[in-house]
């Protein structure tokens, strides 16, 4: 099982930019769905949060300038950034809570980060 995030740039303050993260591998289902982002020298952040019906949470700070959507079908996670600060710059993981099939085990799963810059 793995996660893959993309997405990730370079953009100028007010802008916008889409993150993704596909989980694949030997799943039985993805329960819980979350972006978080780390700086250098600070401890990862919750950015936001899905889960399996739809239901969303997200770090105040994020609220209506984030939005976070999945597609089940294709184990997905979206992350639409829009109005973007410099107080963004981070590198963002993707987070999940999935059942792996082989074992039947609930394990959580990181993706490998993807770097978003909003230059001034």
């Known amino acids: 099982v793995q996660l893959q995030a993309s997405g990730g740039g370079l953009v100028q303050a007010g802008g916008s930019l889409r993150l993704s993260c596909v989980a694949s591998?030997?799943?039985?289902?993805?329960?819980?769905m979350a972006w978080y982002r780390q700086t250098p020298g600070k401890e990862r952040e919750l950015v936001a949060g899905i889960d399996l019906g739809g239901s969303r949470n997200y770090a105040a700070s994020m609220q209506g300038r984030f939005t976070i959507s999945r597609d089940n079908a294709k184990n997905t996670v979206y992350l639409q950034m829009n109005s973007l600060e410099p107080e963004d710059t981070a590198v963002y993981y993707c987070n999940a809570g999935l059942v792996n099939k082989a074992t039947m085990h609930y394990g959580e799963y990181w993706g490998q980060g993807t770097q978003v810059t909003v230059s001034s």
């Open positions: 591998g030997n799943i039985f289902v993805v329960n819980d």
